[in-house]
């Protein structure tokens, strides 16, 4: 087996991870589950970092890539979505701490 061949699988995740709509899709549907249930603090940090990951693939898409650590690979893609969505779920934390200290 030689490595210029790819599986249909691979190809169709690459090029769903590498369009806008997904992420927006994503996004869509995490703020949806935010909605539901309020009490989790995973739900709108991956809302929110699936939007900027949006963001990110649009101007990707158009040509122009203001990002210099955004290359068209779904590996950094989801590397930048999960770290992205860690740090938006250490600051809704901090914030959520801050604001039940003052009631």
């Given at each position: 087996?030689?490595?210029?061949?790819?599986?249909?699988?691979?190809l169709?995740?690459?090029?769903?991870l590498?369009?806008?709509?997904?992420?927006?899709?994503i996004?869509i549907?995490?703020?949806?589950?935010?909605?539901?249930?309020r009490?989790?603090?995973?739900f709108l940090?991956?809302?929110?970092?699936s939007?900027?990951?949006?963001?990110?693939?649009?101007s990707?898409?158009?040509?122009?890539?203001?990002?210099?650590?955004?290359?068209?690979?779904?590996?950094?893609?989801?590397?930048?979505?999960?770290?992205?969505?860690?740090?938006?779920?250490?600051?809704?934390?901090m914030?959520?701490?801050?604001?039940?200290r003052?009631?």
């Amino acid at each position: 087996m030689t490595g210029d061949t790819q599986n249909p699988l691979s190809l169709a995740l690459t090029l769903w991870l590498m369009t806008p709509v997904f992420w927006i899709v994503i996004a869509i549907l995490f703020l949806g589950l935010e909605l539901i249930n309020r009490r989790l603090v995973l739900f709108l940090p991956v809302t929110i970092s699936s939007l900027i990951i949006a963001v990110m693939m649009q101007s990707i898409s158009n040509g122009w890539t203001p990002f210099p650590f955004m290359t068209p690979g779904p590996a950094l893609t989801m590397a930048i979505w999960v770290v992205l969505a860690l740090l938006a779920s250490g600051i809704c934390l901090m914030v959520r701490r801050k604001v039940s200290r003052r009631r």
